[in-house]
T-cell receptor, first 114, second 114 residues
Framework: AQSVTQLGSHVSVSEGALVLLRCNYS??????LFWYVQYPNQGLQLLLKYTTGATLVKGINGFEAEFKKSETSFHLTKPSAHMSDAAEYFC????????????FGTGTSLTVIP | GAGVSQSPSNKVTEKGKDVELRCDPI?????LYWYRQRLGQGLEFLIYFQGNSAPDKSGLPSDRFSAERTGESVSTLTIQRTQQEDSAVYLC????????????FGSGTRLTVV
């Protein structure tokens, strides 16, 4: 079975500061991992994904995430926060050959302080 | 179409009435999902369709909820005898069969039961 835990339902950072959103997963098989972003009053948009290969993946808007198997983590980072990054972020896991269902975390709301 | 289309975007209904929500997936996407997102909460899986296979209905919260999909086309989510706790954003997503593509989400239907 797969599950996702996002530590911190709310994160506040100053504009220009590092963004770190935490995601830990549980999976009985090597997982596929995803980060989605939801801007106010909009649908979810894929930020980045890890499937196989390089464990550091880069996504849109300067975000990146690193798959660390030993820590069962897939934390999302951005070196310098921008006001436009304020949104809800969801981590998700799926497992190959299990029917393509995704399991989402409960989300982290990012606030950027000017 | 270019994206996942959901209609209506907003629906206000009286308690006890039935509602029908529509999702038009991306052409060629064999998998379709419905999720529910209550205010300030994460995504709650409802139902999953994959091609002509029997749908995974394990997330439907009660027998008042049902969903249909014909082949790889439009899906409708029906809620009978709506209750106030049904108020939420209902999100539809579609994906290609292989799990590493991730989902493409629609913008959702915001349902308010008064």
């Amino acid at each position: 079975a797969q599950s996702v835990t996002q530590l911190g339902s709310h994160v506040s950072v100053s504009e220009g500061a590092l963004v770190l959103l935490r995601c830990n997963y549980s999976s009985s098989v090597p997982p596929y991992l995803f980060w989605y972003v939801q801007y106010p009053n909009q649908g979810l948009q894929l930020l980045l994904k890890y499937t196989t290969g390089a464990t550091l993946v880069k996504g849109i808007n300067g975000f990146e995430a690193e798959f660390k198997k030993s820590e069962t983590s897939f934390h999302l980072t951005k070196p310098s926060a921008h006001m436009s990054d304020a949104a809800e972020y969801f981590c998700a896991v799926s497992a190959p050959n299990t029917g393509n269902q995704f399991y989402f975390g409960t989300g982290t709301s990012l606030t950027v302080i000017p | 179409g270019a994206g996942v289309s959901q209609s209506p975007s907003n629906k206000v209904t009286e308690k006890g009435k039935d509602v029908e929500l529509r999702c038009d997936p991306i052409s060629g996407h064999t998998a379709l999902y419905w999720y529910r997102q209550r205010l300030g909460q994460g995504l709650e899986f409802l139902i999953y369709f994959q091609g002509n296979s029997a749908p995974d209905k394990s997330g439907l919260p009660s027998d008042r909820f049902s969903a249909e999909r014909t082949g790889e086309s439009v899906s409708t989510l029906t809620i009978q005898r709506t209750q106030q706790e049904d108020s939420a954003v209902y999100l539809c997503a579609s994906s290609q069969w292989t799990e590493n593509y991730g989902y493409t989400f629609g913008s959702g239907t915001r349902l308010t039961v008064v």
